[in-house]
């Protein structure tokens, strides 16, 4: 496939740095930074000459050249494996002798790699000379040539040579002189001849014959005669020559001999009129093509005008149009300008889409698309009536967190549907760099605009809903942080005049609804969070679960395997079996699955009675045979139930305790073991915990201890609780990573289970932090633990005082369903998750629990 060993951060175009400042000046400065290595490959020219401060592109085609690109340039680690020799091969009427090459090349550094993998390697090479080197001895010549080699053009030297030699003074002189001249017979309002001109006066003396022989017209054999004078006089002298004879040949015909020549980057000669349409010369192209081009920018030109860009737009798209009129199409600024207006004539600059702004049929048509999520809808219905009173409000930035699969993603399609506005997804998963956001500046080879404003190019309006999916999954790297980025895009009072680095202007993001989407908070830069306003979509309930199954996911299924609606029956305890025995997740995404696995089930059984109808009667009418999906066929498809209620086989033993967790995937039960043996009263725990995990067991352990006489654990004579005594505190599923502040309660109750010989209650989860004093702190995630806690089974849920208000968020038919046992002390938590209550901890007037 092809490929470019370049990129936007990579070196700019070598044309682009040849005019604005001097080239030769830059290699010099490069060549005396970094010492010529010892050992250089080699690449061999077969009809060209590259001289020192000169550029060059390359096509390397042979096999040797090939493998040196691949093993050294592709994968290059340092400056030195950058540079190579290029070398002249010798002419077949000389006398070859031992080798094969001049004796004299050129060191070069490889600015750019170009070319193909397919159907076979074809590689392009943008070289910059550096200096002069003599070939030692060549050392290596497989895989690829390799030589010994000497530095001969030493800048500190030719500077001292030129200040002691007097008739290489008088020639420098001379030759700056004649070659000023010629500047000042072209055109000097041509930007290209200018910039010559700025580059000739700032080159240093000992450069000026390879920079002129290089530009000027030259054959051959006599730039070889340049490069093989390693005498800086006599250099001086031959190119003086070529210089002299250029100048007379303009005197005498009146012509200009500059001209730019795209596959090599770099001035050569060309020889037309010089009058007053002198400007085109420089475009390189027949009269048709001029023509062309001409109608292209005035095609552009009118898009402009008609595009209605603001003023502040229109003023530079008008000054880009004037300066692409003067560039010849060679030049890559050209390309660059031309794809920058076709940039600014593509965005919506005033294009919007008009609102609905009915908000009964909004609620009605949110209902239809989603069920539940009714935080969610009422915040959609306050944008819509506050839009419908005031028309320049400005779009909410709003943020859905949740677990995976409760229909994040499918609400911001439905909201913008309910809106009557363009949808477009953005994925943030993955992303690394910052050019991603805001796009990277017009100096960079392949730039182009970030992905808000090709959003807003591909839905051709200024007002759409742009749903940026896994906002908490972004990540740093050396190219910047996207998430600082999106700070400008994501902030109401900002993102009117968000500055992408492309387009270097001003653009309105005001009226864009944002919508981004996250599993977890925790992850999200505090700055970036502070800019949104958070949405909680927590899991879906058994009740809920069903519905859904019932209205959107069976017959989305059904659609999707070819069955008809009427040509299979669930029964209400199969899907309640499917729900509760093969999937246990907050979202839909596994009921789905699973769905589609019974579908399929179904879809074989109608598709071999159609042929066995078809191969009996001819008949080719699908069958309409109804299908009932009852438990046992649930059995036979999906196989034995995946989960089962192991919360009373866990519990029937003591030192075990049922917690409650909160992951990014919704709420989870959570089993803590506690046992004890003889040893020295270390405590150890497993189970990939982490270090906030770890210091709850630590306070509870040092809780219990603290407390162990008051409350009869131990007898009046030990000294100790766990003197003499190891224990081992155990969280089950351990490649699973565990950490947070909510499993204190759950651990001082299974370590109050182990050394009372009493098992906790097998319908009792707890949740809660304690400290040291014995107090419950509050706790988050509530919400997604009591729906755990009632999709496990779970009939009591012990939980911080400070926590009821949470409960509120609670559907009503599943606080019908549990009792909650609000505690504010861990006395309190270990009397209720006992039977019968604590027998050694009597706390007056303590009820067993409240129906909320």
């Known amino acids: 496939m092809p490929f470019q060993n370049s990129s936007p951060k990579g070196p700019p175009d070598v044309l682009a740095s040849c005019l604005s400042q001097p080239t030769t000046e830059t290699s010099a400065k490069m060549a005396a930074k970094a010492d010529l290595p010892r050992k250089i490959p080699l690449l061999i020219l077969d009809d060209k000459v590259l001289l020192p401060g000169s550029s060059m592109r390359i096509a390397v085609r042979d096999a040797a050249s090939i493998r040196m690109i691949d093993s050294r340039l592709l994968r290059r680690d340092s400056l030195r494996s950058v540079l190579i020799g290029v070398v002249p091969r010798k002419s077949k009427s000389e006398d070859s002798g031992s080798s094969f090459l001049k004796t004299v090349g050129t060191a070069a550094v490889v600015i750019q790699v170009t070319g193909t993998n397919w159907p076979k390697p074809l590689y392009t090479l943008l070289v910059t000379g550096l200096c002069r080197f003599s070939i030692d001895g060549i050392v290596q010549a497989e895989p690829y040539l390799l030589a010994d080699v000497t530095q001969l053009d030493l800048p500190s030297k030719q500077e001292a040579e030129l200040k002691r030699n007097a008739e290489l003074a008088s020639l420098a002189v001379e030759f700056r002189l004649i070659a000023s001249e010629i500047v000042d017979m072209l055109d000097g309002k041509i930007p290209v001849i200018a910039r010559l001109k700025e580059m000739l006066t700032a080159l240093p003396d000992y450069n000026l014959p390879d920079t002129l022989a290089s530009i000027i017209k030259a054959s051959f054999d006599e730039k070889l005669e340049v490069l093989n004078a390693t005498d800086l006089v006599e250099r001086f002298k031959k190119a003086l020559h070529l210089l002299k004879r250029q100048q007379e040949a303009i005197k005498a015909n009146g ?47 009118r898009k402009i005008k008609a595009a209605q860009l603001p003023e502040h737009a229109q003023r530079v798209a008008m000054k880009e149009i004037k300066r692409l009129k003067k560039t010849p199409p060679q030049f890559p600024e050209h390309a660059t300008s031309r794809n920058y207006l076709e940039w600014m004539i593509d965005l919506p600059w005033s294009k919007e889409t008009k609102d609905k702004l009915d908000i009964a049929q909004a609620r009605r048509d949110l209902d239809t698309d989603h069920y539940g999520l009714e935080k969610l809808k009422k915040r959609v219905i ?264 192991e919360v009373a086989q866990r519990l029937s033993v003591p030192g075990v305790a049922t917690g409650l967790a909160w992951t990014s995937n919704g709420g989870e039960i959570m089993f803590i073991e506690a046992t004890r043996m003889g040893g020295e009263g270390q405590l150890t725990l497993t189970g990939q915990l982490g270090d906030v995990m770890k210091e709850s067991a630590q306070l509870a352990l040092s809780w219990l201890r603290s407390h162990a006489v008051e409350y009869g654990l131990t007898s009046d004579h030990e000294v100790d609780l766990v003197e003499r005594t190891d224990i081992h505190v155990h969280f089950p599923a351990g490649a699973v990573g565990k950490d947070g502040p909510s499993a204190g309660v759950a651990i001082a109750v299974a370590l109050v289970s182990l050394f009372s010989g009493q098992c906790t209650r097998s319908d009792t989860a707890m949740t809660g932090e304690i400290t040291l004093r014995g107090l419950v702190l509050p706790v988050g995630g509530i919400k997604e633990k009591v729906l755990a806690a009632h999709r496990a089974g779970i009939k009591r849920v012990i939980l911080p005082k400070r926590n009821e208000k949470d409960l509120l968020e609670i559907p009503d038919n599943v606080k019908s369903q549990l009792d909650f046992l609000p505690v504010s002390q861990v006395e309190e938590a270990i009397h209720v998750a006992f039977q019968d209550g604590s027998p050694f901890i009597r706390i007056p007037g303590l009820l067993g629990g409240s129906k909320l």
């Open 382 to 645: 306050e944008y819509l009536a506050v839009r419908k009173l005031k028309n320049n409000l400005k779009g909410p930035i709003l943020c859905f967190v949740g677990p995976p699969g409760v229909g994040k993603t499918s609400v911001g399609r439905s909201v913008a549907n309910t809106l009557g506005r363009e949808f477009h997804r953005i994925s943030l998963g993955g992303i690394c760099d910052q050019s991603d956001i805001r796009g990277h500046r017009r100096t960079y080879v392949g730039s182009m605009p970030g992905r808000i404003l090709n959003a807003l190019k591909a839905v051709a309006v200024k007002n759409p809903v742009i749903l940026l999916d896994e906002v908490d999954k972004l990540s740093k790297s050396l190219h910047g942080d996207p998430a600082a980025a999106l700070l400008e895009v994501l902030d109401p009072e900002q993102n009117w005049n968000f500055v992408d680095h492309y387009l270097n202007m001003p653009f309105d993001l005001s009226q864009v609804l944002f919508i981004a989407t996250a599993n977890s908070v925790s992850t999200i830069p505090p700055a970036l969070l502070d800019r949104m306003e958070l949405i909680q979509v927590p899991g879906y309930t058994l009740e809920e679960k069903m519905a859904i199954a019932s209205r959107h996911l069976i017959p989305k299924q059904l659609k999707a395997h070819g069955l008809d609606v009427g040509s299979i029956e669930f029964e209400t305890q199969s899907i309640k079996d499917i729900i509760s025995h093969y999937t246990r997740e907050a979202g839909v995404r596994s009921l789905e699955r699973k769905l589609g696995a019974v579908c399929r089930a179904v879809a074989v059984k109608v598709a071999e009675s159609s042929m066995a109808a078809e191969k009996s009667s001819g008949n080719t009418q699908v069958n309409t045979e109804q299908h009932v999906i009852s438990k046992e066929v649930v059995e036979r498809v999906l196989g034995p139930p995946v989960f089962e209620s």
């Open 255 to 301: 012509t200009t001999v500059v001209k730019v020549n795209q596959s090599s980057s770099r001035l050569k000669p060309l020889s037309k009129k010089f009058g007053s349409g002198s400007k085109k010369l420089y475009r390189n192209l027949s009269d048709d093509d001029d023509n062309d081009d001409e109608d292209d920018i005035e095609e552009l030109e």
